[in-house]
């Protein structure tokens, strides 16, 4: 048994670890494969050619679309830090009356599918003239009622004496949360970071909505794009832009992923 | 003028009940002055608003003759030591130290000259780069001693600074802290729940119960003329010996239950009004043997010998109550054997039922313990 | 005494208490000099802190919560002003509208496929992975991978795989004597296809919050139970089912809440078709709203959408709780 057991367990992974990574895999060596090679079904390339990663660019303006979703992403990640970490620092230390009302406001946004206030957000866009434009894609996404609860539940681990050390040492409110709160839960900010450039970078719907020409247009939108002007004659170039898309969202992933695993258990059960 | 005066200062949460009621005390300078009692009693309570860590329901707060109920927690112009220190985790003990002073924008070099001084007091030169969690418990209150040092205040308070250190270690901290605020001079309101700590550390005690004062004194005062039943048994280890007794007021003298007639002199009769009391008498004050002519003297079967090396206590029943007594030296006795105690009469209490207030307390003989102080300091 | 008086000398003695408590106060009372302006001083922090958060949801959440409401009662011209007002006839339209009945149906289907299955497989992995085992930190980051694709790409891929012909699925099925499948063609696969790129998409969010819940378990609890001898399975049903059972409440309401979201798959993948039978309700949405211009009776359909998800999350809570194991 001591010796079976381990081997059960390396068997199912390797087997449940092959069926879920194959559809990723197999993007990356069709990436490499010719069309002739994509018709024949052949499982891999003959030769590693980097000549769909030079057709696509060609295809479709891909570099400036990470740009753009680079630049989306970013921004919507360093907002969503300074407005939920703000909000959650009322929560986690000032008290006043009417905090709770303002609570239960906040866990009632979670409620709300965006999608059903999708509507009248895309009318908002169009009259302040943000169609087109970085500012329609971030500033909606700054706040985050999930991001706030997070960052609440780490801010309350901090012992509330070092908020009142600090009032003895004299530091303003704004002090206290910059030299002390956000400092001490680095982790957690680490950890919203990359979930929001995550939803960020994989955002598909507004950006369709919101996007009318190239300009600004992200990268998601760029691979419908080409799928749509490349479907079903060159699949090597549409793989290749598929794992151009991928690449910095799985790196992030494979980089954070314990950090992303202990943060967001914690704001998700506690 | 002292230093810290509270007048009538009270805190109520709920508007119903007093956490802190009618408080009136004026601490000295220079003074080390404890607050002590059980946990509730409302000790942190009156702490934290001496702080402005929590508002004051009525009363007034003055330090330095200003009145400063209103003033901020920085404006008081003292130093906090918390129960678990309140070091910032993502500092190192350099910077935790000098925290503080960062904040009040002090000269660098003062910074620089204050920082070496307080860690070479405190003996954490060696540390000062590290960070809070690789130090042990010991020395993460010290490092906490020295932001009180650094910082310069001529007040400091301590909300059970010791209570997460080990039985050892608590022992040196207390002198530590002890000579420490002799050495700077300050004023220091220090918060325990132990009693050791307040009999050894203070100038002053406050024996606090329910948010209301019991007795204010020093150490001794305290110890030997117990205002009331609750302090009497809360300061001392083993406590004192507690017995409800009748009062015969035609023969003058109290009756513990089928044990014991204590009789008493018509000048201690007068203070006893109700008819039954509560006597009381210290563990060590109870002698083995046969006493003198005017000791009481019984016999009481022993439930209980704990002994210790240079001491022993023994537990045994009276009437309906445990009694402990406490002697010097190695007594390693049978249990359940009939043994021969004695107690001076001079030495009981007695407490008034209803009150609980002292009635009749021993003579203090204050002279002979100074002379055998002076004797011992030649 | 009996107990009701001596309840009622109780009573009278807290009131006189607290009349004590007041009168005492009053006597000694020091009133704040302060202005006004500085004892509010922790309000205006905490609303001056709050202010973006409450800001951007008003002008993004609430506000066109309550337009979309006001926009469910109207026809509206192509611009999106409200025009006529029909009261609840959007509603009428729609319940009475095949197209919209259909669309509901697939909805309703679409979930049931994806939730159960994406929360048991992510289940199976996380326990698989929760093994001490050498190198499991590699299978981990492999199991977590699909969090971080995106729509666009997971729908593209199995675009690839589901392909009639160059398709990687029915090559494989082939290969075993398993006849052709039309995936995207077929009204009843298109649906399931759907699915499976969801549940794939779905495992990785899944498995990282349950193997976090996983690892939350106090493992005195198991040595506790190797030490009675229970097995496995034993252990499993007995210990880490009830434990876990918090962590799979939340997976399951977030899971259910993003099926009913689904969008980009279906935009890319089916299109909504064939026959309309992979036409989801936020799809449904976004063509009335916007290849349509008929923002009136999209609007019903987001409030619809909206209550959807308010009522099965309100259902979820106060039906799971019984069953939910809190520490």
Redesign the interface.
């Known amino acids: 048994m001591r010796i079976i057991r381990p081997i059960i367990f390396y068997f199912l992974l390797v087997v449940s670890a092959l069926l879920l990574f194959f559809p990723i895999i197999y993007s990356v060596l069709v990436s490499f494969m010719n069309g002739a090679e994509v018709l024949s079904r052949s499982l891999l390339p003959s030769s590693l050619s980097f000549e769909n990663y030079e057709k696509v660019f060609g295809t479709v303006p891909l570099l400036h679309y990470l740009k753009n979703s680079f630049i989306v992403s970013s921004t919507v990640m360093l907002g969503q830090l300074v407005v939920c970490s703000l909000s959650a620092f009322v929560f986690a230390f000032i008290p006043f009356k009417g905090r709770n009302v303002i609570f239960v406001l906040f866990l009632s946004t979670l409620m709300i599918p965006w999608e059903a206030a999708m509507i009248p957000n895309f009318l908002t866009i169009q009259s302040l003239g943000w169609m087109n434009s970085y500012l329609s894609m971030t500033v909606p996404f700054f706040a985050l009622a999930f991001g706030t609860f997070l960052l609440r539940q780490h801010f309350k681990t901090i012992p509330h004496e070092l908020y009142e050390a600090s009032q003895i040492e004299g530091l303003s409110t704004f002090q206290f949360f910059y030299k002390v709160v956000l400092p001490y839960a680095k982790t957690s900010l680490v950890t919203l970071g990359i979930y929001g450039f995550l939803t960020t970078w994989n955002m598909y719907l507004w950006p369709l909505l919101v996007t009318t020409n190239d300009v600004k247009r992200t990268v998601q939108i760029g691979l419908k794009q080409l799928q749509t002007v490349e479907v079903s004659t060159e699949w090597g170039v549409v793989m290749a832009g598929v794992v151009i898309v991928i690449l910095p969202t799985l790196l992030l992933l494979f980089i954070g992923q314990r950090q992303l695993q202990k943060g967001l258990t914690q704001g998700a059960i506690k | 003028m002292s230093h810290i005066e509270l ?2 200062l ?1 805190k ?1 949460y709920d ?4 956490a802190v ?2 408080a009136t005390v004026a601490i000295e300078k220079g003074e080390f002055f404890i607050l002590v009692g059980p946990s509730g009693c409302g000790k942190s309570t009156m702490l934290r608003m001496i ?3 929590e508002s ?5 707060l003055v330090i330095d003759k200003q ?1 400063a ?2 003033l ?3 404006k008081r112009n ?3 030591v ?5 070091l ?3 500092l190192t003990v350099e910077e935790n130290i000098l ?2 002073l960062k ?2 924008k002090v000269k660098k070099a003062v910074q620089k000259q204050r920082c070496e001084d307080a860690a070479k007091l405190l003996g954490l030169s060696d540390y000062l780069k590290r960070k809070p969690r690789e130090l042990s418990g010991g020395q993460r209150q010290r490092v906490a001693l020295a932001r009180a040092v650094v ?1 310069d205040a001529p007040i400091c308070l301590m909300d059970e600074p010791l209570s997460n250190l080990d039985a050892k270690l608590r022992g040196q901290m207390r002198t530590e802290i002890r000579q420490l605020q002799r050495k700077l001079g300050i004023t220091m309101i220090y918060v325990t729940h132990d009693q050791v700590e307040a009999m050894t550390m203070g100038d002053r005690i406050m024996v606090l119960r329910d948010g209301k004062i019991q007795q204010i004194g020093t150490p001794l005062e305290i110890y030997n003329h117990p205002q009331n039943l609750f302090v009497a048994t809360f300061i001392g280890a083993p406590p004192m010996n507690i017995s409800k007794a009748m009062v015969d007021h035609e023969n003058k003298q109290l009756i513990l239950k089928d044990m014991l007639c204590i009789p008493l002199t018509e000048e201690q009769m007068k203070n006893v009004t109700s008819d039954v009391v509560y006597i009381g008498i210290r563990p060590e004050q109870i002698a083995h043997g046969k006493g003198s002519s005017r000791d009481m003297t019984f016999p009481v079967s022993l439930t209980n010998v704990e002994v210790l090396g240079n001491e022993t206590v023994l537990s045994f029943p009276v009437g309906e109550n445990n009694w402990k007594a406490k002697w010097l030296g190695q007594w390693p006795l049978d249990i359940h054997k009939k043994t021969e105690i004695s107690f001076s009469m001079d030495q009981i209490y007695v407490f008034d039922e209803n009150t609980e207030e002292v009635v009749i307390s021993p003579v203090w003989k204050e002279h002979v313990l100074k002379e055998v102080l002076t004797v011992e300091s030649r | 005494m009996n107990l009701a008086e001596v309840e009622r000398v109780n009573v009278r003695n807290e009131v006189e208490e607290g009349e004590r408590v007041k009168q005492k106060i009053e006597e000694f009372q020091v009133v704040n000099k302060e202005s006004f302006w500085k004892r509010t001083k922790n309000v205006r922090i905490a609303m001056l802190y709050l202010l973006p958060s409450i800001l951007l949801f008003s002008v993004f959440l609430f506000y066109p919560m309550i337009k979309t409401v006001y926009l469910s009662f109207f026809l509206t011209d192509s611009k999106g002003n409200a025009a006529i007002f029909v009261g609840l006839e959007n509603y009428q339209y729609l319940l009475e509208s095949a197209r919209f009945q259909k669309s509901m149906v697939s909805t309703g289907l679409f979930v049931l496929y994806t939730v159960p299955t994406s929360v048991i497989i992510a289940l199976f992995l996380a326990l698989l992975a929760n093994e001490k085992l050498r190198g499991i930190g590699f299978f981990r980051t492999i199991f977590s991978s699909t969090m971080g694709m995106s729509v666009a790409a997971s729908a593209v891929i199995w675009l690839f795989l589901f392909h009639p012909t160059v398709g990687t699925i029915n090559h494989f099925l082939g290969l075993f004597g398993i006849p052709a499948v039309r995936w995207l063609l077929d009204p009843t696969w298109a649906l399931i296809s759907i699915a499976i790129t969801t549940v794939w998409m779905n495992i990785g969010f899944s498995f990282l919050i349950i193997l976090g819940g996983l690892q939350n378990i106090d493992t005195t609890l198991y040595e506790s139970a190797d030490i009675d001898g229970a097995g496995y399975f034993y252990q499993l049903r007995r210990i880490t089912m009830p434990m876990l059972s918090p962590t799979l409440f939340f997976i399951i309401t977030i899971t259910f809440i993003n099926s009913f979201q689904s969008f980009g798959q279906v935009d890319i993948l089916t299109r909504g078709g064939p026959a309309e039978s992979t036409n989801l309700i936020v799809y449904s949405i976004y063509q009335d709203a916007f290849i349509n211009y008929q923002f009136g009776t999209a609007s019903a359909q987001a409030i619809i959408l909206f209550i959807i998800v308010f009522v099965l999350t309100l259902l979820q809570f106060k039906f799971g709780e019984r069953k939910v194991h809190y520490q």
């Open positions: 007048h009538h009270c109520s508007q119903n009940t007093f009621e009618d702080a402005g860590l004051i329901s009525a009363g007034e009145l109920n209103h901020p927690p920085s003292l130093s906090m918390f129960q678990n220190y309140a910032y985790p993502h925290f503080g904040v009040r910082s």
